[in-house]
C-alpha cells in the first residue's frame, strides 16, 4: 500500500504505517522509501502508480498538497487505465478536506477517528489486506 499524505499530517501517516505494518500490511511512504540520492520525484511516481492500492490521507493540508494532488492524479489514472493499482482508499482525518477532493468521491471513504482504538486498525488491516493482488 502506497500512502499520501501532507507532511502537516506526519504523525497520523507515522501511526497509520506501525499500526498497519504490526497487523502485515506493507506501507511505503515517501519516509520509508527513498534513499539518499534517489530521484525522489519519479521514486514517488513509480510508488503511486504500482501499489495494489494507495490511500491517501484526506485533510485541508493535504489538498493544499501539490504533491498529494499529483499522487492522486497518477493513482486515479493508472486504476482507469487498468494498471496495477486496483484499489484507492479515501481516508479522510477529522480536520475534514472531504469537499476539496472531488476526484476521490466515486471511492467509498473510510473515517479517521479522533482517538483511534485497536479496533480501528483490526479492521482497516484487514480491508487492507482482502485487496486482490495481480501476479506482476
Known amino acids: 500500500m502506497f500512502l499520501s499524505y501532507s507532511h502537516r499530517n506526519r504523525r497520523v501517516a507515522t501511526r497509520l504505517e506501525d499500526e498497519l505494518e504490526a497487523r502485515n500490511v506493507h506501507v511505503r511512504r515517501d519516509a520509508t522509501l527513498l534513499r539518499p540520492g534517489d530521484d525522489w520525484q519519479e521514486a514517488l ?66 473515517d479517521y477517528p479522533r482517538r483511534p482504538e485497536a479496533a480501528f486498525f483490526d479492521r482497516l488491516a484487514a480491508e487492507m489486506a482482502s485487496i486482490p493482488r495481480r501476479r506482476r
Open 45 to 110: 511516481k513509480r510508488e503511486a502508480r504500482s501499489a495494489d492500492c494507495v490511500m491517501v490521507l484526506v485533510s485541508p493540508a493535504a489538498a493544499a498538497s501539490d504533491w498529494v494532488r499529483r499522487e492522486v492524479n497518477w493513482a486515479t489514472a493508472e486504476l482507469a487505465a487498468g494498471g496495477l493499482v486496483e484499489r484507492i482508499v479515501p481516508l479522510v482525518l477529522p480536520s475534514g478536506g472531504w469537499d476539496d477532493f472531488p476526484e476521490l468521491h466515486p471511492f467509498q471513504r473510510v
